[in-house]
């Protein structure tokens, strides 16, 4: 996939983060994976039980002739609750904590605008900003996990913030 960014974010249950972050007009891709933790690639119960620190996070790829970081910042924002630190809905858990994992210096200024904005608004946003580190990919069997199985997200759905 040349000419694509990557951006990473951990919202809650990567199955529902996925399966929206690839309605986006310009995302060619959506992996979901973990990311922020202390153990090199952890497995899926590994992270569920809490002892790596990793999040569970999507890598989502774009075509930045078609979509930005913003753009798709913004949409993050309005998939999960911001405001929910260490779960969304019934999950809970470190591993299911708001985060956004930057690129560089412009993507962290990005974010913490759009932060702001929300904070501005009311929102209690305790969302974090986290350089980027190493991103493994999750077990095949969470990949694409509605779409094969036929349902719906339940911790996801879209709110307008912006």
């Known amino acids: 996939m040349e000419n694509t960014k990557t951006a990473i974010y951990a919202g809650g249950c990567f199955w529902g983060m996925q399966h929206l972050m690839k309605t986006i007009n310009g995302v060619v891709d959506v992996v979901a994976g973990y990311i922020g933790g202390n153990k090199e690639n952890p497995s899926y119960e590994e992270v569920k039980s809490q002892m790596t620190n990793h999040a569970e996070a999507v890598m989502v ?3 930045p002739q078609k979509t930005d970081f913003e753009t798709i910042t913004k949409f993050f924002f309005e998939i999960h609750d911001p405001t929910q630190e260490d779960g969304q809905g019934p999950d809970i858990g470190n591993q299911y904590r708001s985060e956004i994992f930057y690129n560089n210096s412009e993507e962290k200024e990005i974010a913490q605008r759009l932060i702001n904005i929300l904070k501005a608004k009311g929102f209690n946003v305790v969302t974090k900003l986290t350089p980027v580190s190493t991103f493994w990919k999750a077990e095949n069997y969470h ?17 307008k913030r912006f």
């Open 61 to 63: 790829s774009y075509d």
């Open 143 to 159: 990949q694409n996990y509605y779409q094969n199985n036929g349902s719906e997200p339940y911790c996801h759905i879209r709110v």
